[in-house]
């Protein structure tokens, strides 16, 4: 960035020198990669930098072929007044083509803070528009540099851009990690991991399910179990029978949570997958009932369990009740693994805090962590308000967790189902033989 804007500086020099509007070039030394701009004979010279010329030949196309250019007198004249001009034009174009540049430096690199700026041009920037993005952003800026009374105009130039970025936004997803583009024809199939950085992005439970059983064998359970409003909760924004109605048909779930059956490389297991996009995945009356039954028929059927978490919490909306299904499935869990041995694996994905944490989130025979993942009883900002102290920063990631020997095992979702499949044959869970499949 800051031999970038070293070099525009050399160019800007060189510039006003070529162009009369510099008396010496004594403190100037040249440097390689820059760029010379010739008035009389427009040339622009770039040493083996091909991607300058398609980012600003439109800034130089508008300097080659200014009206003011073509018609000004030249004569010894009206040199004071060909200079001032030029002088003035000249410093408008290149602070506005730097200034286009900057904002899109600025984005690519983070800065957010130090520039205001919209997405608009970073969208329209890698959706393809290429070279007549240049022109009509330095055109935007220098119509928002001119007069007040031009500002109708820039509006409308700005609405248009929050259009474009409309209309593409759906084909993107941004990563809440570093804030890269995905594409989201491939997103699905890399497992939701950005292919920038590797962090794990929220998954919906489907997409889980078709992570982790084998195709063609999910049977699920209690599928028709809903909601009602137990404690008759009230809500000046929206009542919650409307909340979990709007939910249902957003989603297309019933439930923060999806029960059942399946295969494993072959190997029958009882799973339990929670989805935050439903209510923040937040355990109510039916997610606690939900998997309680589904713990239950696993100790009947004799089945390896799984269990992943991504919750919130409690669900706020029914009270004491909410907090009950934390003893209920605690208790479920204790005769599945103590009366019969059998084994529990719980997966905590991000974020996983709150009631399921306290309860059967960390009751697993094997507990496994995604890298990254937000895992804690409370929130930070909940912390902080309360206590009024700062909670260190990573304090609650999977990463320090583990060190602190909270769980056993950090898993990238790319190994998840081979991991699994390893542990329960461990415990001498192994796949179907094709007589029993």
Known sequence: MEKWWFNSMVFNRKLEYRCGLSKSMDSFRPIENTRTFDIENPILEIDNDNSFLSESESFFYILKNSSYLN???????????????????????????????????????????????????????????GRNWSESESSSIITSTNDTNDSDLTRRESSNDLDETQK???????????????????FKSKMNICEHCGYHLKMSSSDRIELSIDSGTWNPMDEDMVSLDPIEFHSEEEPYKDRI??????????????????????????????????????????????ITRLVEYATNQLLPLILVCASGGARMQEGSLSLMQMAKISSALYNYQTSKKLFYVSILTSPTTGGVTAS??????????????????????????????????????????????????????????????????????????????
């Open 71 to 129: 018609n000004v007198s030249k004569s010894d004249d009206d040199h004071s007044i060909y200079d001032t001009n030029w002088n003035n034009n000249i410093n408008s174009w290149i602070e506005s083509y730097l200034h286009s540049r900057i904002r899109i430096d600025s984005y690519i690199l983070g800065d957010s803070d130090k520039y205001n700026y919209n997405d608009s041009y970073f969208y329209s920037y890698i959706c393809g528009k």
């Open 168 to 186: 593409y936004k759906h084909l993107w997803v941004e990563c809440e990690n570093c804030y890269g583009l995905n594409y989201k024809k491939f």
């Open 245 to 290: 109605d709007s939910y249902q048909r957003k989603i297309g779930l019933t439930e923060a949570v999806q029960t059942g059956t399946g295969q494993l490389n072959g190997i029958p297991v009882a799973i339990g997958i929670m989805d935050f996009h439903f209510m923040g995945g937040s355990m109510g009356s039916v997610v606690g009932e939900k």
């Open 360 to 437: 059967f989130g960390m009751l697993g025979d094997i507990i496994i962590a995604e890298p990254n993942a937000y895992i804690a009883f409370a929130g930070k900002r909940v912390i902080e308000q309360t206590l009024n102290k700062t909670v260190p920063e990573g304090s609650q990631a999977s990463e320090y967790l583990f060190h602190k020997g909270l769980f056993d095992s950090i898993v990238p979702r790319n190994t998840l189902k081979e991991v699994l499949s390893e542990l329960f044959q461990l415990h001498a869970f192994f796949p179907l033989t094709q007589n029993e499949k």
